[in-house]
Structure formats: C-alpha cells, structure tokens
C-alpha cells in the first residue's frame, strides 16, 4: 500500500551533494563548510541532515534559532554549530552557552544579552560578530560597529571567533550590490584587526555566492539550500548536485466525469469534455502552495495537471483517458529524473522559490530516509 503522503528523503543523494560541496566548487580545503539545517533542515528533516553530514566531515553547521541548536545538542550533535538569530532575553542563549553553542551578536543588546547568559552559566560565550554590509537586517550598522568591537574585546563573558554578514543578492553571480557588499566586509574586518579582534572564520557566502563567487569565500561558507540539490538562483551552475526530497502520495480514488463537470470549491474549473478525474489526498494543509497556477502532477509515468483549487488536504488531478486507479502512486515533486516536476517547477507556478517550496512541506507529512 502507498503512502497517502510522503516526502522520501534520498541520503545518497545527500552523501554525493556534500562530496561535491566539500570539493573545489565551493573552493579549496582551506575554506571551511558549514552546512545550514534551520527551519527542520529545509524541511528535510534536521537532524538526519546533520547527522549525514558531519558524516562526511562537515565541521560546522548553522540554524536561525538557539531552539533549533538545542535540538542537535538533544539528538547528540557534539561539533561546532552557530545560531544567529533570537529575540531579547531569549531564554535558550544560556542553555546554548552551556552546550557549546557559538552564538550571533548584532549589536550592543545581542552582545549584552548573551554575555548576561554567559555569566549566569559560568561560561564564556564564542561569538560571531555581524556586521550588516547592507542587506538591511541583522547585523550592527558600519556607523555602530566600533562600539560593538569595543564592548565585545572588553567583555570577559566574550570570545569572539567569528566575523560575519549575509548578502542580499547571492542568488546573482554578477550582482553589483555583491561588490559593494565584499567592500564593505573587507572594511569591517580591517576596522576589528585595529581593534584586536581575530577571528577564527571569516564568513559572508551562502550557497549561490560560494558557487559562483570565489571572492566572497573567505575562511568559511554556508550552505543551506545547494545541500538539498534546490538551484539558488536560475544562474548559479548546480554541477552534480541533485534534488534530495521527493515528495509523494497515492491516488484515493477516480471516477469518469462528464463535460462540464467541475472540480473543487467555486468551481473553477470545469470539465472541457468527458474524462477521468482522480483525488490525490495531500493539500496546502501539506504544504502545497494553493496558489499554484498550471500545477501538475506525475501519475503512471505522465504527467497531469492539477484543476481546480488546491485544498487543504486534497487537490483533483485530470487524468482524462490514462488508465489511472485508485492505489497509483502519485509524484508530486522530485528529481525530474524521471519526468516528474522539481520543487523548482512547483516554485515557478506559485512565483516563488524552491526555498520555500521544500521548508514548507508540513509536519503532517512523514519524512521517510532511503539509501538509493
Ligand atoms: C539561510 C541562511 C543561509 C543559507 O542560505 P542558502 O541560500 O540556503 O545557502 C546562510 N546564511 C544565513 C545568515 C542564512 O539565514
């Protein structure tokens, strides 16, 4: 019996992306990986995510929120992982210092809050400072960044390791705001050597830059969604790396409709001539966009359109004369190696990205690991 949903997590596929992103695409063995599992490992799931790729000798990865650190620490994570991003007071920072968790600071607040942590635990806290190069979001403004060099170098609660920042336009090999924001890193860690600071890494790539950007490499890249073999941009060049997830379900039933027939609320589609409609049980309650547009599906080896609104737990597919039955299996997304839309196709008809298609995929959805 098929599953009614199911995203299959292929681990070898994982194992060959993390080869190829240890190897020279992503530059030599001077540059340092870290691999990026926040938001449930894209949602591939992070811990089997992080555990395949310490695997393969990742030494560092990253998550947004101390929370989801905690959660590698939980599952027997014991190597370097940052976590950057956090509310004031977080009561998590203090839980992340005692477990060995490198934490982000952005300004004087963040630094404050987490050298307050550091003492109630006993600890010194390993601390990557942020400089915002001009994305616009986390990370300390240039004008403010001398004061939190200061305060940071001053603090005995306070080591830092890390100088770093995010760039707005990765996903654009020849971005010029790229240049502006290499210009403004290299000001900022000329500004932190004057100060005696001397970080361990120096990071600002994610994967689209640390693909098609040998500039931006420095002594460490971050790679979230190049891991998973989902394209950061249309013009970064994947080289071997392969989609990880696909997700799948089963046809629940079929049934011969005639012309004009609709299909799901408001009717919005209707029947243009007899055929075949089959119910596939999975929805945006899934994580399917609803507001796809021109969505297919592959059943029996064919691909078929979506009609009619994406419901919650549930969406039609017209089939019309294939020989379709209840029990089939249905791709939703996958590799394309099969003739089966990608997460990248799926992100195309919602206009939105392949980010968003695979993170989104619901906790109602098991995550099933297979070796292929
Ligand atoms: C999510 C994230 C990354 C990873 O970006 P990808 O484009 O998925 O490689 C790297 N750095 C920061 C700060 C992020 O938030």
Not at 266 to 282: D, F
């Amino acid at each position: 019996m098929g599953a009614r949903a199911e995203a299959v997590i292929d681990l070898a596929a994982l194992r060959s992306n993390l080869d190829y992103l240890l190897g020279p695409a992503c530059g030599g063995p001077e540059v340092a990986r870290m691999v990026i599992v926040k938001a449930d490992g894209y949602g591939h799931g992070a811990v089997e995510i992080a555990r395949v790729a310490r695997e393969a000798g990742v030494p560092w990865l990253g998550v947004a929120l101390p929370s989801e650190a905690l959660r590698l620490r939980t599952a027997g994570d014991t190597g370097r992982i940052l976590a950057w991003l956090y509310a004031p007071g977080d009561p998590d920072l203090a839980t992340c210092i005692a477990a060995d968790v490198d934490l982000s600071a952005g300004s004087l607040g963040m630094l404050n809050d987490i050298a307050a942590a550091a003492r109630s635990c006993g600890r010194v806290a390993r601390v990557h400072l942020k400089i915002d190069t001009g994305l616009g979001r986390g990370g300390c403004a240039p004008g403010s960044w001398s004061d939190l060099l200061a305060a940071a170098v001053a603090s005995p609660d306070i080591d830092v390791v890390g100088v770093w920042s995010h760039l707005a336009s990765a996903d654009i090999p020849d971005a010029p705001e790229t240049d502006e924001q290499i210009a403004a890193f290299e000001h900022a860690l000329a500004e932190a050597e004057r100060a005696g600071v001397h970080p361990q890494v120096r990071h600002l790539a994610s994967s689209g830059a640390a693909l098609s950007r040998p500039d931006t490499r420095y002594d460490l890249v971050r790679l979230g969604i190049a891991t998973y073999g989902v394209p950061p941009g249309p013009r970064i060049d994947l080289g071997s790396l392969r989609p990880v997830m696909t997700l799948r379900g089963t046809v629940a039933a079929t049934k011969r409709v005639p012309e004009g027939h609709g299909a799901s609320y408001n009717l919005t589609w209707r029947a243009p001539r007899q055929t075949t409609l089959a119910l596939v049980p999975i929805g945006y309650g899934d994580g399917l966009p609803r507001t796809a547009r021109g969505a297919q599906m592959l059943i029996g080896g064919q691909r078929h359109p979506v009609v009619g609104r994406i419901a919650m737990d549930q969406v039609v597919v017209d089939v019309g004369e294939a020989p379709v039955t209840a029990g089939d299996e249905v791709v939703v997304w996958g590799t394309g190696g099969s003739g089966e839309p990608t997460a990248q196709e799926w992100a195309a008809w919602d206009d939105t990205i392949g980010y968003e298609i695979v993170t989104r995929v619901g906790a109602r959805v098991p995550r099933r690991y297979v070796e292929e």
